[in-house]
């Protein structure tokens, strides 16, 4: 049996369909591990969220921040922009049935035999692996309860930008759902940087989050996506694996059921 994680498909249906084909994936025995941003951006949102929904327990999905906006427009905390590609999912027979499962989705996953865990975008350099999976678990338990569509409606935005233990309320679910889904840079002050959006070679003035990371590099390996602009690879005990599908990059899995996890991708420019 092997585990494979996938980089961000961003509804780029067709192209996870030519990967799998790649790396002969069997829904028998195999695991795929999704390290969020199912939807957007690309062509059939709607095919996506269907074909993982029905892998059922051989998957494993993270949310990322465009799963999150897809389902704050599901609860009418946001308006559908022009650049979303969402109306198909909004509009189909089943999309209560698709958002629920979405919602029900963590924020990230750890699996202790392999010692590997996954995110969307990352965890703070000043969490331990517990204090991780219990900031997740806060937001994940709003998700899932009575106040999530407050949540929604409050979710956006950049502040704080600076996390500690005393945040609460929104601001402590905001800074929490930040880091997991959205980070990339730190600033010398320690703060997040949401605006920063190019590769490290862009902004020398910003330190990338995984260069700060080094208690943990002896502990447990990181798979994350939501970057693409940050070549593919591994960063010492963290692995990039969004290579940009929905941009005519390649998409990227990499098995990480190995000692050495192997990479394998396709072309996604034709």
């Known amino acids: ?5 996938i980089g961000d498909v961003q509804g780029c249906y067709d192209n996870l369909c ?9 829904d028998a025995s195999d695991s795929l591990w999704f390290c969020g941003d199912l939807v957007n951006r690309g062509p059939d949102s709607l095919a996506t969220l269907r074909f993982v929904k029905e ?9 990322g921040n465009h799963d999150l906006h897809l389902l704050a427009m599901h609860h009418g905390g946001q308006p559908v922009a022009e650049s979303d590609t969402f109306y198909a999912v909004l ?3 089943d999309c209560d049935e698709l958002l629920a499962w979405l919602q029900s989705r963590p924020l990230l996953h750890f699996d202790n035999n392999l010692k590997m865990l996954l ?9 331990s692996l517990q204090q991780a999976q219990h900031y997740a678990a806060e937001i994940e338990q709003t998700l899932n309860g009575p106040d999530s ?23 402590r679910k905001r800074c929490i759902t930040n880091i997991l889904t959205r980070m990339r840079f730190f600033s010398t002050d320690e703060r997040l940087d949401m605006k920063a959006k190019g590769g490290p070679g862009q902004h020398p ?8 990371n080094h208690r ?9 996506g939501h970057w693409s602009t940050l070549a593919v690879g591994s960063y010492g005990y963290h692995f990039a694996i969004d290579g940009g599908c929905v941009w005519g990059g390649k998409f990227v899995a990499l098995q990480v059921d190995l000692q050495e996890p192997r990479w394998i991708s396709i072309s996604c420019d034709d």
Request: glycine share 6%; hydrophobic share 45%; no cysteine.
């Open 205 to 212: 003035e910003l330190t990338p989050w995984y260069i700060l």
């Open 149 to 171: 569509q407050a949540f929604f409606a409050q979710m956006y935005g950049d502040q704080p930008s600076h996390w500690h233990e005393g945040l609460s309320g929104m601001d």
């Open 91 to 93: 509009n189909s027979p």
């Open 216 to 224: 943990l590099d002896d502990q447990f390996r990181i798979v994350f």
């Open 55 to 63: 892998l059922g327990e051989q998957a494993v999905t993270v949310l």
């Open 18 to 26: 030519r990967l799998l084909d790649k790396i002969n994936f069997d």
């Open 1 to 5: 049996m092997a585990v494979y994680a």
């Open 119 to 127: 995110v969307h975008a990352g965890i703070h350099p000043q969490w």
